[in-house]
């Protein structure tokens, strides 16, 4: 079976540093993109990045681009978003999905607070 | 970057009724690299249509997408309960950004 397992809930200070994780288990990990996707209270799904975990290549959103860090294991079949330096405005729900085309399994969602 | 407007953005229909979303592209969707997902409250997105007009595993046929270039829909053809939610359109061609579009929301009349 198919799985990606997220990492639990956050709750962080403004400027305070973060990584989140996404383990995927029941196929090839690096066979298949990771994608990661924020969902902002009430708000709609906004793509962020993602990485081929066979090489570690990353895209980024323009939006997200020098904000966050998108990184892979691939020996442990986990992929990671991290912040060097939170924003209150980073508080939402973060899902990783996999993908070759379409997103076809999606991880549990973590989601961070960021609050002083 | 390919902009993704899904109308309308809220749908107020009953059970058994037909519904139509839409999602326009601001420049065509190449290889119709077009998928639907469907979010329900507290729950992460489920592939529903990929391909403009392929059913994922599972989905039931009630469900149908349709479209090219820059025009796509998304029929349920009578609705159940277990459909009421929000849903959206994602272009996920060759090239980066992979975007969805802002969602519409399925409510119960």
């Known amino acids: 079976e198919v799985q990606l397992v997220q990492s639990g809930a956050e709750v962080k200070k403004p400027g305070e540093s973060l990584r989140i994780s996404c383990k995927g288990s029941?196929?090839?990990?690096?066979?298949?993109?990771i994608s990661w996707v924020r969902q902002m209270p009430g708000k709609g799904l906004e793509w962020m990045g993602r990485?081929?975990?066979?090489?570690?290549?990353?895209n980024y959103s323009p939006s997200f681009q020098g904000h966050v860090t998108i990184s892979a294991d691939k020996s442990i079949s986990t992929a990671y978003l991290q912040w060097s330096s939170l924003k209150a405005s980073d508080t939402a729900m973060y899902y990783c999905?996999?993908?070759?085309?379409?997103?076809?399994?999606w991880g549990q969602g973590t989601l961070v607070t960021v609050s002083s | 970057e390919i902009v993704l407007t899904q109308s309308p953005g809220t749908l107020s229909l009953s059970p058994g009724e037909r519904a139509t979303l839409s999602c326009r592209a601001s420049?065509?969707?190449?290889?119709?690299?077009l998928a639907w997902y469907q979010q329900k409250p507290g729950q992460a997105p489920r592939l529903l249509i990929y391909?403009?007009?392929s059913r994922a595993t599972g989905i039931p046929d009630r469900f149908s997408g349709s479209g090219s270039g820059t025009d796509f829909t998304l029929t349920i053809s009578r609705l159940e309960p277990e459909d009421f939610a929000v849903y959206y359109c994602?272009?996920?061609?060759?090239?980066?950004?992979?975007?969805f579009g802002q969602g519409t929301k399925l409510e119960i009349k």
């Open positions: 999905a996999r993908h070759r085309r379409p997103y076809d399994y």
């Open positions: 029941g196929y090839s990990f690096t066979s298949y993109w």
């Open positions: 990485i081929d975990p066979s090489d570690s290549y990353t």
């Open positions: 420049q065509s969707v190449s290889s119709s690299y």
């Open positions: 391909g403009a007009s």
């Open positions: 994602q272009q996920y061609g060759s090239s980066p950004p992979n975007t």
